[in-house]
């Protein structure tokens, strides 16, 4: 039972050198066998496997080949999950980086005022979360005035408009 137990605990020691050294032994191993040798799977196979060994092994009557065959299948499946679960979550090209292209034509609020053909501080929404933004206007702004964003001339500044009601 002790051997099943080590496996088990290496399996998850070999979890967390994956958390560790993410992606250094996938790597070397680039495009062999389509990441089923990537360190997540392997961790699972080998955890499952001497894991469910031992609860065989010490709950039943049954000897140690009849556990690691027991095991090798509840660690295939956990290989199995663990190499799903990986090509959904590094498969998701969706998450691009938003752009100051994404800024124009979205509305904020003025945080420190901006006098004419001068800066000031705005609060803008870029995916979802508030950022601050040096701000430029034809036309002098008063702190919570709300805004509208004509251009985004730099990755840090804007320029805008008082929005009209």
Do not use: C
């Not at 496996?7 to 967390?16: D, M, Q, R, S, T």
């Not at 495009?31 to 196979?45: E, I, K, N, R």
């Not at 002098?140 to 964003?149: C, H």
Request: glycine share 18%.
């Amino acid at each position: 039972m002790g051997l099943f137990l080590g496996l088990g605990i290496g399996g998850i020691v070999l979890l967390a050198v994956s958390l560790v050294f993410d992606g250094v032994v996938e790597g070397v191993l680039d495009g062999l066998f389509d990441g089923w040798l990537s360190l997540p799977v392997v961790a699972g196979f080998v955890s499952m496997l001497g894991f469910t060994g031992a609860i065989v092994l010490g709950s039943t009557g049954l000897g140690p080949g009849p556990a690691v065959a027991v095991g090798a299948v509840a660690g295939s499946g956990a290989g199995w999950l663990a190499w799903r679960l990986s090509r959904a979550l590094l498969g998701d090209r969706n998450g691009a980086a938003p752009h100051q292209e994404d800024l124009l034509g979205s509305t904020g609020s003025v945080v420190t005022a901006i006098p004419a053909g001068g800066y000031g501080e705005v609060l803008l929404r870029l995916a979802g979360q508030p950022v601050k933004y040096a701000a430029q206007a034809e036309t002098p702004l008063t702190r919570g005035a709300e805004i509208w964003v004509m251009a985004a001339p730099s990755s840090t500044s804007v320029t805008v408009r008082a929005v009209e009601h």
